[in-house]
């Protein structure tokens, strides 16, 4: 009779423990593993008055360094850290800053007086060539439209001034003669739904 009892009460306690989910589980876990992207600015982001370079991933996720530099006397490019932790740039006017654009950084404009105390001499000059130094003609400027590539491949077009600077090569000698030189610059690049016209040498929308 002992052993009967014993063997109902070990089947009554297995069906408890089924129909009472009593056996219980290990908890599962789930880890997130959150990865921040190093960048790195030499000049603490976003600082219009010290050239940085920075350093890390651009949005392809291509390892890169860049410095900020300038286009013309106006336009800065400047570099820095995004939120995300990519290296973006952004286009500064300086001359909204009441600055001018120099060695990549939005500098103070600068007014230089000089004094000059001429002296009149009389000199007597034997003319061997063409030309003296100094007696070429004076520098010219003419604007011109063109287009280029900016830092990240686009294409884009702008006001190019041109510098015509006049100088006499072997001055003094047999062989003195009138050459010049060519110098370029951009004077106002134009956004992205403006193009430069002929003729007018401005951006309008086009």
């Known amino acids: 009779m002992q052993k009967i009892f014993n063997t109902l009460l070990i089947l009554l306690t297995t069906v408890g423990i089924v129909f009472c989910g009593c056996v219980q589980h290990p908890e599962e876990t789930t880890t997130t593993t959150t990865t921040t992207l190093q960048c790195n600015d030499t000049d603490s982001g976003k600082n219009y008055y010290t050239k940085g370079t920075a350093s890390g991933y651009n949005e392809s996720n291509v390892l890169t360094e860049k410095t900020d530099y300038c286009l013309n006397t106006d336009q800065l490019i400047e570099v820095f850290c995004?939120?995300?932790?990519?290296?973006?740039?952004?286009?500064?006017?300086?001359?909204?800053?009441?600055?001018?654009?120099?060695?990549?950084?939005?500098?103070?404009?600068?007014?230089?007086?000089?004094?000059?105390?001429?002296?009149?001499?009389?000199?007597?000059?034997?003319?061997?060539?063409?030309?003296?130094?100094?007696?070429?003609?004076?520098?010219?400027?003419?604007?011109?439209?063109?287009?280029?590539?900016?830092?990240?491949?686009?294409n884009f077009t702008y006001v190019k001034k041109v510098t015509l600077i006049p100088y006499c090569a072997d001055p003094g000698t047999t062989k003195a003669k009138c050459k010049s030189r060519e110098r370029f610059s951009i004077e106002d690049r134009c956004e992205s739904y403006e193009i430069c016209i002929e003729g007018m040498q401005e951006c309008q929308p086009g």
Do not use: F, P, Q
Not at 94 to 116: A, D, F, P, Q
Not at 136 to 153: P, R
């Open 82 to 154: 995004s939120r995300e932790g990519y290296i973006e740039t952004e286009v500064v006017s300086c001359r909204k800053l009441g600055k001018t654009c120099l060695n990549g950084e939005c500098s103070k404009v600068t007014t230089t007086t000089t004094t000059t105390t001429t002296t009149t001499t009389t000199t007597t000059t034997t003319i061997l060539g063409e030309c003296v130094k100094g007696g070429c003609g004076n520098v010219s400027v003419s604007y011109k439209c063109a287009w280029t590539y900016d830092e990240l491949g686009r």
